[in-house]
C-alpha cells in the first residue's frame, strides 16, 4: 500500500539522543503548551480528578444496572457457574495475551522475544485497570527500555489502537447483519453492518496511505517546533504499517486476538449457564470493547462495560441477570488472569539499554 519507509524523509529520524528527546535544551520535559514541565503538584491533582471521576462512574453504572435487576437472581448465576468451563476460559487469556504480544512484535519488528511479550502483557493489564484510560501511557514508558523513543511508541501504540478498532469494527458489522433477520431493531441496521464490515478491512489496508499524507503536510511545515513533534507519532505508525505484507499479517492477528477473545466471553456465558448463539456473544462483545475503549472507564475499567454489554444482551433476548452476571465474571475472570501474567512479566522486563539515537 505504502512504499518503503524511509527514515532520512521523517523528522523524527533526526540523530537526537533518547534522553533528550521532547525535551528543551535545558533539559525539562516538554509537557506543557509552552514546551515547560508541569508542576508535581498539578499532576497530582490530575491524578487524583481521574480516580474521583473514575469511582463517580463504577458507582453511577452500579446503582444503575442493580436498580433494573434482580441481585439475587444474579447473585444466583454466579454461584452455580461450571468450574468446567471457568477453567477452559481462564486458558484462554494466556493465549490473548500472547496474539498482543506478537502484535507488538510486529510493530516494532522485533521478534516476539520473553522480554517484548512482558511489555505487552504489562501494558494492557496496566490499561484494564487504570482508570480512564490512563494505563496506556504504560507503553511509552515501557517501550524506552528497549531504546525505543516516546514520540515514536505513541505512533506505535495509535497504530495498534486504530487496528483494534477496526477490527472491532468488522466484527460488529458481521453480527449486526447476522443477527437482523432474528433481531427486528436490528434489521434496518443490516446494510449498513455490511458496509461497516467492508469499510473497516479497507480502511486497514489505505490506513498507511492517510498517514503518510498527513506526514508529508506536517513535513511542509517543518520549521515549527510543534509540528515536529506532531511528525514523530506518525513516523511510529508509518515504521509500524509500511509494508503490503505486514498490514495483512497485522490486520489478520488482530481479527484472530478478537476471535479468541470473544470465544472467552462465550465460555464464560456458557459457564453460567447461557444458551445463545456466538454471534450474540460477538456482538455484546463488540459494545463492550467499544464501551472499554473510551476514556470514561471507572476503577479497573468497570461500569461501562458492564453496562454495554448488559443492554446490548437483553437487546437480543437474554434475561437481564444473566447479562449483567456474565459481564461481571468475564471481567473479574479476565483481571485476576491477565493480572497473574503481568506478575510473572515483572521478572521478564528487559534492562533499560543505553540511550543513542534512533528508535526501532
Known amino acids: 500500500m505504502v512504499g518503503p519507509v524511509r527514515p532520512e524523509r521523517f523528522l523524527c529520524s533526526r540523530s537526537v539522543p533518547l534522553q533528550t528527546r521532547g525535551r528543551s535544551p535545558t533539559g525539562c520535559r516538554r509537557l506543557g503548551r509552552g514546551g515547560t514541565v508541569k508542576a508535581p503538584g498539578s499532576l497530582s491533582r490530575n491524578v487524583w480528578l481521574r480516580l474521583v471521576v473514575a469511582v463517580v462512574i463504577t458507582a453511577g453504572m452500579t446503582a444503575l444496572i442493580a436498580a433494573k435487576v434482580d441481585v439475587g437472581a444474579m447473585g444466583g448465576y454466579l454461584a452455580a457457574a461450571r468450574p468446567g468451563w471457568l477453567a477452559a476460559a481462564a486458558l484462554l487469556v494466556p493465549v490473548i495475551s500472547l496474539l498482543r504480544g506478537i502484535r507488538l512484535a510486529i510493530v516494532v519488528r522485533r521478534p516476539p522475544t520473553p522480554p517484548l511479550l512482558a511489555i505487552s502483557v504489562l501494558h494492557n493489564f496496566i490499561a484494564s485497570v487504570a482508570p480512564m484510560r490512563s494505563g ?165 475499567s468497570f461500569g461501562p462495560i458492564q453496562g454495554a454489554w448488559t443492554a446490548t444482551a437483553v437487546l437480543a433476548g437474554v434475561p437481564a441477570e444473566l447479562a449483567f452476571a456474565t459481564s461481571v465474571l468475564m471481567h473479574a475472570l479476565f483481571l485476576a488472569a491477565s493480572g497473574g501474567l503481568a506478575l510473572i512479566s515483572l521478572v521478564l522486563l528487559p534492562r533499560p539499554e543505553q540511550s543513542g539515537p534512533g528508535g526501532p
Not at 483494534?164 to 446494510?191: E, H, S, Y
Not at 489496508?205 to 513533534?229: D, Q
Not at 462465550?266 to 476514556?295: E, S, Y
Open 136 to 300: 496506556e501511557l504504560a507503553l511509552p514508558l515501557l517501550l524506552r527500555r528497549l531504546g525505543i523513543d516516546t514520540w515514536h511508541s505513541a505512533g506505535l501504540l495509535l497504530a495498534l489502537r486504530g487496528y483494534d478498532l477496526l477490527a472491532v469494527l468488522f466484527f460488529g458489522g458481521v453480527a449486526t447483519a447476522w443477527l437482523g433477520p432474528m433481531i427486528p431493531a436490528l434489521d434496518p441496521l443490516v446494510p449498513a453492518a455490511v458496509a461497516l464490515a467492508i469499510g473497516a478491512t479497507l480502511a486497514a489496508l489505505l490506513l498507511p496511505r492517510v498517514v503518510a499524507a498527513l506526514h508529508r503536510l506536517v513535513a511542509s511545515f517543518a520549521e515549527r517546533p510543534w509540528m515536529a513533534r506532531l511528525d514523530r507519532p506518525l513516523c511510529g505508525i508509518l515504521s509500524g504499517v509500511d509494508r503490503r505484507r505486514g498490514l495483512w499479517v497485522l490486520y489478520l492477528v488482530s481479527l484472530l486476538t478478537f476471535a479468541v477473545n470473544f470465544t472467552f466471553f462465550h465460555w464464560c456465558a456458557i459457564a453460567l449457564g447461557a444458551d445463545q448463539h456466538p454471534m450474540v456473544t460477538m456482538f455484546c462483545g463488540c459494545a463492550a470493547v467499544l464501551a472499554f475503549v473510551l476514556p470514561i472507564n471507572g476503577l479497573a
